[in-house]
């Protein structure tokens, strides 16, 4: 105990030199404090094109700039480090004039930096790189000047600009400086930091975290915020009752969105803590491996899908704080069609599909994320009912990292997963395309369904730039996933934000989840 | 042999902590066997019943329920076997590896003697409980791999113990007298030399399985134990870290449950040692 006591006073004794610091350097403005907001994953990376997680996404919008940004909630799509994009009739080039804007070293950001950014991502072959492949071929972005970027698609993709913001753009020069056998700087800008965000790297420890100085000469300028903070830190704090105490004591100004529902009641009734309530997108389901048996046998997945006791779940186990939701898509979403009322916890039926299955049966194995308790539940809630109608189960819990990596190799991943598939960009793509075409089998596509008559519909609704063809293609291919069981789809979420009451300007967004803190002041 | 049975009992009747350590002990064991017959919902092992979840202690929870709405004493009993099983399995195979480790080494002055005894210096050097982490966390979660883990680190503690006592009992005169009497060396190590480092065997035995017990529900809380829905009890007490302080319950049960069998065996041990063992006895006892 005693231990733990020292460190925490060594650290408070740093927060207050840091601060100093960070006030020294900074212009005369009044001093906007330190938000300190307690990380529930670790950030081994902050290279912007490694990885592309909602974990870990405040490097990345914090540090980095894309040319497009979203915003609020529901989420809109705005210009950010570009000042306009026009789009050609045919729907393959994207001009994008860029603004006045300067890295945090100083040098300008060029459209060759943005080049350099989407090239690095296309050669990397990781993070957002599923989201280009196939669309953007390398070579084929262009620069014809320093304020003017032209990307030119191979096919028409009617979520390219959806997309954009992941595009976090580096500086070029300082990357290539920094290469290491031409590694395009990886090893460097993993714990460094070549952005133009809003904010600018000070300090890096995978096992602590980052922190980072507001960037006073950021493009977007900082007149609209009010005393604006100094010092932002992303603390990696794995024990949720950490974060949850952290947060009641004063300690951390902020923690996810995504608590248990019994921490969210007892963070809203500590007067520190003020809850922000939003409507969100990010739906819980349990991907089944599609290309093993049993599960290849259709009659197989709908027994699962009937042994899941979704009330259980949702009303006891989760207090009815979200709202069941039947499709692979958040019912908030376009393209999620009202007609689909799902599967119910019904082993009569569950019984029936089993015994319809020619496929030898065998132990299943359940997967679920160590640390989120909720996939552990919901894995033990579909053993239990699985158990009655005879099916064996056995249960592995492994941390992200290691169930991440599992879930692209075909013999590795499990036979379920439970997870959540949270918002990346604002587009039924985002769930669907990724979820279930066949191109992103094992990359995105974790569940190795391919299914033709989806896939048609996914791959029009991908390219088609009429709403109404998409619109009605993802209603379709919503019920065609629902009736095939494809996974077993639970809720989409409702977002608990827990904010220290001295903090102000949250703006939440599904993407990025209110974790951009350049809106943010503090008492 | 009954006579000194009945001696070892009536003398560890005669010491009261020692007694309480071999009532719990003894508790434990009948608790482990009879718990589809103690328990109030023998079911709750694998069924439960979101509805009932985080019900406080009552007559029909005699100590709440968990976030599965599942009997947590019903689960406790039922924790107990594994928790037996895990350390009865691992504290055997390391006896039975690290006796005649320590006896070969001890007996012998060769080349042989020295390599198992750097083997088990090997051991030692990293801290048990780092090197069972790492071991289970290779092998992956499974009771089988928690006893695999535990039993691979805590054997050169014996193969120490014993080399050191038969390095000692090789000066005593009634092993020189056998060996000058043309004993084979096998002969020498087990029925003499053993027979004489029994009771030091026998204490550190008792003490670690507590230390057993300890180490494995430290593996089941970092989720290397057996998986969810185990009711083992240190992945219980992980499990209900999310609920606390409001669910006190679901973590002070197979909390104390824990502190109670460690506590048993140390009493016992240490009680063992006393009585078998009158030179390192406790100051100010009989």
Not at chain 1, 263 to 282: G, W
Not at chain 1, 309 to 318: H, M, T, V
Not at chain 1, 429 to 444: D, F, S, T, V
Not at chain 2, 95 to 117: H, K, T
């Amino acid at each position: 105990m005693r231990m733990l006591d020292q460190s925490a006073g060594v650290r408070r004794f740093l927060a207050v030199a840091a601060l100093a610091v960070g006030v020294a350097t900074a212009s005369p403005a009044v001093a906007g404090g330190k938000f300190v907001f307690a990380n529930s994953s670790a950030y081994d990376t902050l290279d912007p094109h490694a990885i592309f997680d909602v974990g870990r996404v405040a490097s990345r919008i914090n540090l980095y700039d894309g040319l497009m940004r979203w915003f609020d909630n529901p989420p809109h799509l705005e210009p950010w480090l570009a000042e306009k994009v026009e789009v050609s009739d045919d729907g393959l080039t994207y001009t994008f004039t860029l603004r006045d804007a300067t890295f945090h070293d100083g040098s300008p950001v060029e459209a060759s930096d943005v080049v350099y950014s989407i090239e690095r991502i296309l050669e990397m072959k990781k993070g957002a790189f599923s989201l280009f492949a196939g669309t953007v071929e390398p070579g084929s972005t262009k620069a014809p000047d320093a304020r003017t970027v032209v990307f030119t698609l191979n096919k028409p993709s009617a979520i390219f600009l959806a997309t954009v913001p992941e595009v976090h753009v580096v500086n070029e020069e300082l990357v290539r400086a920094n290469e290491v056998d031409g590694d395009l700087g990886t090893a460097w800008l993993s714990k460094n930091d070549a952005g133009s965000g809003s904010f600018q790297l000070t300090r890096y420890d995978p096992a602590v975290g980052w922190q980072a100085k507001r960037f006073d000469d950021h493009f977007f300028g900082w007149d609209m915020v009010e005393n604006p903070l100094d010092i932002i830190e992303f603390r990696t704090v794995v024990e949720i009752n950490s974060r949850v105490l952290g947060l009641m004591n004063g300690d951390f100004h902020g923690t996810d969105g995504y608590l248990p529902q019994d921490q969210v009641k007892r963070l809203a009734a500590s007067e520190n803590v003020n809850v922000d309530e939003q409507e969100s997108m990010r739906i819980f389901y349990s991907i089944i491996h599609n290309g093993r048996s049993p599960m290849t046998d259709v009659n197989f997945r709908k027994a699962l899908a009937y042994a899941f006791d979704y009330d259980g779940f949702i009303n006891n186990i989760l207090s009815g704080s979200v709202a069941r939701d039947p499709v692979p898509l958040p019912n908030n979403m376009w393209g999620a069609p009202a007609d689909v009322t799902g599967y119910t916890y019904d082993l009569d039926k569950a019984a029936e599909h089993l015994a319809m299955v020619k496929e030898p049966l065998r132990e299943i194995t359940l997967g679920a994320l160590a640390g989120y308790g909720q996939t552990e539940q919901a894995a033990a809630l579909l053993q239990n009912g699985l158990n009655k109608i005879g099916v064996e189960t056995k249960i592995v819990t492994e941390p992200w990292p290691v169930a991440s990596g599992k879930m692209r190799d075909e013999q590795q991943m499990y036979d379920l997963l439970f997870l959540w598939k949270s918002t990346y960009y604002a587009d039924p793509n985002n769930w669907l395309g990724e979820m279930y075409a066949c191109e992103q089998i094992g990359a995105r596509n974790n569940s190795w369904y391919c299914n033709e008559e989806v896939d048609r519909l996914l791959s029009e609704a991908r390219v088609s730039t009429d709403q109404a063809v998409r619109q009605a293609n993802y209603e379709q291919a919503n019920r065609l996933l629902a009736e095939d069981a494809a996974g077993i789809f639970v809720y989409n979420t409702k977002w608990f934000g827990p904010f220290s009451t001295r903090v102000k300007g949250v703006r939440f967004c599904p993407i990025g989840n209110g974790q951009e803190m350049r809106w943010v002041s503090i008492d | 042999m009954l006579e000194t049975t009945l001696f070892l009992l009536r003398r560890l009747a005669s010491d009261r902590t020692a007694a309480l350590g071999a009532l719990i002990i003894t508790l434990l064991v009948v608790v482990a066997i009879a718990a589809p017959v103690l328990s109030t919902h023998p079911g709750d092992v694998t069924e439960f019943h979101p509805p009932e979840r985080l019900l406080p202690p009552s007559d029909d929870h005699f100590f709440g329920t968990d976030r599965m709405g599942a009997d947590v004493y019903s689960r406790l009993l039922f924790g107990a076997r594994i928790t037996i099983a895990i350390a009865v399995i691992a504290i055997g195979a390391s006896v039975l590896v690290g006796i005649p480790v320590g006896l070969i080494a001890g007996y012998y002055r060769n080349w042989v003697s020295d390599a198992l005894m750097r083997i088990s210096d090997i051991f030692l050097a990293v801290p048990q409980i780092v090197l069972a982490i790492a071991i289970a966390q290779t092998l992956g979660p499974s009771i089988e791999n928690v006893i695999l883990a535990l039993s691979a680190t805590y054997w050169p503690f014996w193969a120490r113990l014993v080399y050191a006592e038969t390095r000692s009992a090789l000066n005593d005169t009634y092993v020189e007298a056998s060996i000058a009497l043309g004993a084979s060396p096998w002969r020498v190590m087990i029925l003499h030399v053993l027979p004489n480092i029994s009771s030091s065997v026998i204490v550190r035995t008792t003490i670690g399985m507590g230390g057993t017990i300890l180490t494995a529900a430290v593996l089941g809380f970092l989720g290397l134990g057996p998986p969810a829905p185990s009711p083992e009890w240190g992945r219980t007490i992980a499990e209900s870290r999310e609920f606390l302080p409001e669910a006190w319950w679901y973590a002070t049960a197979p909390g104390l449950a824990i502190f109670l069998v460690v506590m048993g065996f140390n009493l016992l041990g240490d009680g063992l040692r006393d009585i078998l063992d009158p030179r390192t006895r406790r100051s100010g006892d009989g």
